[in-house]
């Protein structure tokens, strides 16, 4: 049986050793024992979601929504390098909640959302506020579900000249468009630093936005000869990315 993994989102594993007990409740701990319905004996994960993970048996239950685990091992796994930060417009529905899942499983570091001008969906006031959380309560599920130790960032919204500072500052700027002269597969990739990838929404990235991303020293690349819909590009590109500089291997 795989371990199921649970998340601590206190500091509780950083000085976790094997033979320790590790307390789990609230909503994770009720999780385990009255839905998972794990057992004494039975082997379990535990992780803070930012690199630390602790694995171990179900030592004690604690009536119906905490237990006790006895640590066997404890990984500490560093960033890796370089990272890769997708910058991704707002799709329409939940296909934002789709592109954050499947880039979380695949294994971006960070997702951005971005208000670009032929964004459909827009996030203003208490709705945004609930999207947000949504892209983040995914990207928790996904990395629990695909078992990382490191959780992808989901950072605030941003416009358009938020996003350029920030590919000011990568070592590898660059935005996904139908219309770039250089495939992303030949792109020359850096060993260290961020790689910011610019995914735009379903109408393209307009000529403006390109300008403003070039003057951050930004370049439009190609993924393919077919256009992928704005929720996949990302996890396709970062799939790209991802083998091609050995995080993969």
Known sequence: MTAPVFVLDDDRLQDASPGALVHLDGPEGRHAVAVKRLAVGEPVVLTDGRGTGAYGTVAHLHGKDALDAEITEV???PEARPRITVVQALPKGDRGELAVETMTE???DAVVPWAASRCITQWKGERGAKALAK???TAREAGKQSRR????VVHDLMTTRQVAALLAGAALPAVLHEEGAEPLAAAPLPADGEIVLVVGPE?????EELAV???AGARPYRLGSSVLRTSTAGVAAGALLLGRTGRWG
């Open 135 to 137: 892209w983040r309560a």
């Open 203 to 207: 109408g393209g990235v307009s000529p």
């Open 213 to 215: 991303f070039a003057d």
């Open 149 to 152: 130790l490191r959780f992808p």
């Open 75 to 77: 990984r500490r796994e």
């Open 106 to 108: 695949v294994g971006v």
